[in-house]
Every structure is written in C-alpha cells, then in structure tokens.
C-alpha cells in the first residue's frame, strides 16, 4: 500500500467512515479521531509504546469499534523542508502498520505540532504534568484537523 495524498484519502473512504490520526514518537504514539463527516478532529489516548505487535492490536480495536476507513500519520520533517532519521522511522512504522492493517494512509507536515499545542496548553494554565499527559493526543488532533482542513 502506497501513501497517498489527502485527497486521494479522502476518495478512498466509504460514507460514514473515520479517519484516525497519529503523532508517532519513540515512546508514545498520540491519536486523534475525526467525526464521520470529516470535519473536525478529536484528542482520542496516547499509546505508550511497547512491542509493535501490541501497539497495532491497539491501533485494530480502534478501527472496529469507531469505523476507521484510513490513516493521516504525521510527517516529521524538519524545520527546512528535509527529511531526517525521524522520517525514516515514521516510514518504517507506514509499511509494517500497512502489512497488519490495509487501510490507506496520508502523510501530513507535523512541523510545529507539539510547539503549538504546547503553547495552546500553557495557555490553558495547564501543569507541566497535565500537558505531558495531553500533548501527544493533542498533536495527533492538530495533525489531523490540518489534513481535513485540506480535504
């Protein structure tokens, strides 16, 4: 399976279905949901990662029970455009969630995610233990939301 564009994503889905997306860091992986008209973007949990094999049976029971038809995974490029080793990984992680779950995905610039939703948080008057708890759900949702704003 290819990544495609949003809007070939977007092609893709069925009436009704969600997409689901993810900020994928070494440790965690932070996921958003989208409503089924694919209009707004929702903070769902972070996974701390474990082995592979238990993040996507995670990542699978979330697709059966909330009707997720695709995938918008952050693109970590850097400041400059270029891709470094954590868009390497990102890839990595693509293909093999490809192989356990083929649903199609997008690729989507991640560039100030955190940063943003750190400051959105601060904000807030959010502690530094409660915004270490909502970052990465959150960056999964702004990722997300860019992409649908896309569509």
Known sequence: ????????????????????????GSKTIGLALSDTMLMIATPMETIKRTKFKVDVMRLQTIVNEQGVGGFVLGWPV?????????????????????EKIPLPQALWDERLSTAAVERTLIEADRSRARRKELVDKMAAAYILQGALHAM
């Open 1 to 24: 399976m290819s990544v495609l564009s949003t809007a070939e994503l977007k092609a893709q889905l069925k009436t009704g279905q969600r997409l689901l997306g993810l900020d994928i």
């Open 78 to 98: 850097n400041m400059d455009g270029s891709e470094g080793p954590r868009c390497q990984s990102t890839m990595a992680f693509s293909r093999n969630l490809a």
